[in-house]
Nanobody
């Protein structure tokens, strides 16, 4: 059974930083794209960042220059370093795996999702 388990969420003041982690078990995704999505209250889930199997990273315009995605295939883990956080970054952040991407973002829905981790940024 494939499981994606996120951690690292929490409450932080505006301008602060958090690092999210997602550990995958049940299979490896070294040949797949992994990434992060988020869903704020009352809004649809949206793309945040992706890291393809070829090493290409893609970001939503709203987080470019502030967030950095990385992955460690040996640990089957993907990370999201979030700096200069803003109140509008408040959301549940979901790890996702196995989806297509273009230079502008996702081109398909992920096949696998984590349960999510809450990130709250206070003003």
């Amino acid at each position: 059974q494939v499981q994606l388990v996120e951690s690292g969420g929490g409450l932080v003041q505006a301008g602060g930083s958090l690092r999210l982690s997602c550990v995958v078990s049940g299979r490896t995704f070294s040949s797949d794209t992994m990434g992060w999505f988020r869903q704020a209250p009352g809004k649809e889930r949206e793309f945040v960042a992706a890291f393809s199997w070829s090493g290409r990273s893609t970001y939503a315009d709203s987080v470019k220059g502030r967030f950095t995605i990385s992955r460690d295939n040996a640990k089957n883990t993907v990370y999201l370093q979030m700096n200069s956080l803003k109140p509008e970054d408040t959301a549940i952040y979901y790890c996702a795996a196995s989806f297509a991407t273009t230079a502008r973002g996702p081109a398909s829905l992920p096949n696998y999702w984590g349960q999510g981790t809450q990130v709250t940024v206070s003003s």
